[in-house]
Nanobody
C-alpha cells in the first residue's frame, strides 16, 4: 500500500515563507500528476496547485506568483514553496496523487498577522 507523508508545516508571520514536502513510499506514483489542496476551518477543501508528470503547473488565482509547486520524480517527492504568506493562507494542506486516489495526512500551516 502506497503512503504519502507530508512535512514542513508550521507557524509563520505574515510575509514569511514555508516549504511543504510530500514523499511517497512507492515509486509508482511518479507516473501521476500531483496536487496540493488546503482546507481552512469551515471551508471546503480547495486545489492550491498541481503539477503533471511532465512538469506543467497550475495554480489557484489566490496563490499565483507566491506559491511554487515542484516535483522530484527520482525521490517521488513533491514540494510546495510558499512565499509572501498571508493570514488567509492558514489551513491544513494535503498532497494528493489523483491517479491512485492517494491523500497525505495533512500538515497545518498557520500564518499570523
Amino acid at each position: 500500500q502506497v503512503h504519502l507523508v507530508e512535512s514542513g508545516g508550521g507557524l509563520v508571520q505574515a510575509g514569511g515563507s514555508l516549504r511543504l514536502s510530500c514523499a511517497a513510499s512507492e515509486s509508482i506514483v511518479s507516473i501521476s500528476a500531483w496536487g496540493w489542496y488546503r482546507q481552512a476551518p469551515g471551508k471546503q477543501r480547495e486545489l492550491v496547485a498541481s503539477i503533471t508528470r511532465g512538469g506543467i503547473t497550475n495554480y489557484a488565482e489566490s496563490v499565483k506568483d507566491r506559491f511554487t509547486i515542484s516535483r522530484d520524480n527520482a525521490k517521488t517527492t513533491v514540494y510546495l514553496q510558499m512565499n509572501s504568506l498571508k493570514p488567509e493562507d492558514t489551513a491544513v494542506y494535503y498532497c494528493n496523487v489523483p491517479l491512485f486516489n492517494l491523500w497525505g495526512q495533512g500538515t497545518q500551516v498557520t500564518v499570523s498577522s
